[in-house]
């Protein structure tokens, strides 16, 4: 045995180079030396190195494997090596999809799984872990520039997502027509390092922001394929429908109930367009009602009506309607041969146009209190009309007339103590029928100016008998008895 190992060593000398110096071991046919580097340098240019080549069960059946140990698996038909307590597979080229150009790598056939061996897509990663802090997937920017990656289709519609190093470190979504380019143009979608969200601005100052240009609508909200909120190009809101709401107004279709304050400068337009549309404003059980039929309000206590400015306000409640006001109360109609009418029970007045004021006091007492003041009739150039059983003068107040003043068959005017009836230039007292005028120790004041005095009728005389003091005012069948 010893023989044929040195016969197969002196063959091989004889046939190759063997150098063997301090700083490793040459094996060459050009009689050079090691390289420095190596402990073994074996050259040649038609031969090869063989190294153990074994099977995988071989392979793996290694006991303690140093790290570094290179073999030949004639099973996968690759070499091994052995490395950090596992075997690890070379891959030739001439046995892998991948191919190289320059410094670059690439794949054109099949798909590349990461985490999986039966990858669905061109590229497929499959993560299983339980850390919430771990990303399977990650683009990390160590300069000056930004991180992002783009999606796009050949020659057109590229968008480009990712962190906008020189802008705050912005979230962007940009868009570009022709080709990839940065997140900095036109861009589309903004978050800020706050949580600011921006679409159409990448400067949003509220926690979402919507910038759209003049002409197009700036958002909508739809649910199962119908409208239900929208910003409108005409600066305008639409809530329930589509439809075109006023220029920088609101339209809404169907029950709007805010839960706070409306406030505005502008004008208010509430507006129900249903046949049966209603227009309601409630609180608790108090309502504004405003259908097709009218205005209604209830109210469970008072329904007030009141100005901001001055004491001007008009109250229904149980009690019935009170009005209170620094001011005049006009009461008009403009209708030609409109009447205002003011009715309690059977009790009316009437304001005509052409028929002037009447008060009918529906067969009860008509009771008018001056509180010491004068009580002052003037209809102009018409007369006075007053149809009633008793008129009565109580004490202190005064019975004045500019004009005629007609009393109706069977009135008896009762001038109690300290009453005066003044009649004025050119007025008349008319005692018809069977009316009667007592005065009980009043003053009859027939108008001492220069101008004249009234007469009951043309032809009346007043006769007084200056002992007695007892006269009378007579004009045809009417007499009228003046005495104390």
């Known amino acids: 045995m010893k023989k044929l190992v040195y016969l197969s060593i002196f063959i091989v000398g004889m046939m190759t180079h063997f150098e063997a110096i301090p700083q490793g071991v040459a094996i060459n046919n050009d009689n050079s030396t090691p390289d420095p580097s190596s402990m073994l340098d074996v050259k040649s240019t038609t031969k090869g190195v063989l190294v153990p080549r074994l099977s995988s069960a071989q392979r793996t059946a290694i006991s303690n494997p140093s790290n570094g140990l290179l073999v030949f698996d004639a099973d996968t038909e690759s070499f091994w090596f ?23 790598i690439y794949f054109n056939t099949g798909k590349v799984g990461i985490g999986t061996n039966t990858p669905s897509r061109l590229l497929h990663a499959y993560f299983n872990n339980t850390n919430l802090n771990t990303s399977p997937f990650l683009i990390e920017q160590a300069g000056t520039g930004d991180a992002f990656f783009n999606i796009g289709l050949t020659g057109s519609h590229h968008y480009n997502l990712g962190v906008d190093n020189s802008d705050n470190g912005k979230f962007k979504i940009g868009y570009s027509a022709t080709e990839p380019f940065g997140i900095s143009v036109n861009t589309r979608f903004t978050i800020t390092n706050t949580g600011l969200v921006g679409i159409g601005t990448s400067i949003p100052s509220d926690r979402f922001q919507v910038d759209a240009l003049a002409g197009e609508p700036a958002m909508r909200v739809r649910i199962n394929g119908d409208t239900k909120f929208r910003v409108h190009d005409n600066g305008g809101i639409s809530v329930g429908v589509n439809s075109a709401p006023p220029v920088d107004g609101l339209l809404v279709n169907g029950l709007f109930q805010p839960n706070g304050h409306i406030s505005t400068p502008q004008s208010l337009f509430i507006e129900s367009t249903g046949i049966n549309g209603l227009v309601q404003l409630k609180k608790s059980t108090n309502n504004l009602l405003i259908d097709q039929t009218g205005l209604y309000a209830y109210a469970e206590d008072n329904l007030i009506m009141q100005t901001f400015i001055g004491n001007n306000k008009i109250t229904l409640n149980n009690a019935g309607i009170s009005a209170t006001t620094d001011n005049d109360i006009l009461i008009e109609t403009a209708g030609v041969g409109k009447v205002v009418k003011i009715q309690a029970g059977s009790n009316l007045i ?19 209190n001056t509180v010491g003041g004068d009580f002052n009739l003037d209809a102009g150039n018409g007369d006075v009309n007053i149809t009633s059983k008793n008129i009565v003068l109580e004490a202190n107040n005064n019975l004045q007339s500019s004009s005629s ?28 029928g069977t009316t009667i005028m007592t005065l009980n120790a009043p003053a009859l004041k027939l108008n001492d100016n220069s101008n004249g005095f009234p007469a009951a009728r043309q032809t009346s005389a007043v006769l007084v008998n200056p002992t007695t003091g007892i006269g009378s005012v007579t004009n045809g069948s009417t007499s009228v008895t003046i005495g104390n």
């Open 82 to 104: 052995y490395s950090s307590g596992g075997w690890t597979e070379l891959i030739d080229r001439g046995n892998t999809d991948w191919e190289q150009n320059g410094s670059d």
């Open 350 to 368: 009437t304001i005509d146009e052409t028929g002037g004021i009447t008060i009918n006091s529906g067969g009860n007492d008509l009771t008018i």
């Open 405 to 432: 003043m007609n009393l109706t068959s069977s009135t008896i005017l009762y001038l109690l103590s300290g009453t005066t009836l003044k009649l004025f230039a050119g007025s008349n007292l008319d005692l018809d």
